[in-house]
């Protein structure tokens, strides 16, 4: 593991398929209704298992060696991906450290993919929050997906932004 910033509590590593299975089992409860909005009926780690399958890279945010977060970015076009990001409730109690990480792991994938686009809960407002926190640009108009309405949101680096 790395940490993503030299003093950060927060290191970035590979997850196992036991911390897939962990966070699965301790998600914090905004994700687990975000995936039930979208996905009604179906399990959370059934969901994320799809995502790390289709995903290019998948990381773990970890503290003091325990898995907090996963995080993946699945591909859309040529430098455009959508990321996804399910936490444990760990990851509320130290919102602001989570943040700072957030940001710093976003900028390294963007070297991948100048352009994330995602579409984010409505309700889920500590999501909403995060993708403001790490420069996403919301669109203002809601749209209904499954249960609930969701802001499509894009950030793009911004020597990219020149080249649409």
């Known amino acids: 593991m790395t940490r993503l910033k030299n003093n950060s509590s ?12 962990f966070v699965a089992s301790n998600l914090r409860e905004s994700d687990r209704k975000d995936m039930e909005g979208l996905h009604p009926g ?15 890279f998948v990381y773990g945010l970890y503290r003091d060696g325990r898995i907090l977060a996963l995080f993946g970015v699945i591909p ?11 936490g444990t409730g760990e990851v509320d109690e130290t919102p602001l450290s989570f943040a700072r990480a957030s940001h710093r792991l976003l900028s390294m994938l963007q070297r991948s993919f100048p352009v994330l686009d995602t579409w984010i809960c409505s309700r889920n407002s500590k999501s909403v ?14 749209v209904r997906m499954g249960r609930a309405d ?5 950030r793009t680096v911004k020597e990219f932004r020149g080249g649409k």
């Open 129 to 142: 929050r995060w993708h403001q926190w790490c420069g996403f640009e919301f669109e203002k108009e809601k």
């Open 76 to 86: 859309l076009a040529p430098g455009v991906g959508t990321p996804w990001l399910v």
């Open 42 to 56: 179906k399990p959370a780690r059934e969901i994320i298992v799809g995502d790390v399958e289709y995903s290019a």
């Open 10 to 21: 927060i290191a970035l590593g590979v997850p196992t398929l036991c911390d897939v299975e």
């Open 150 to 154: 969701y802001f499509y949101a894009r």
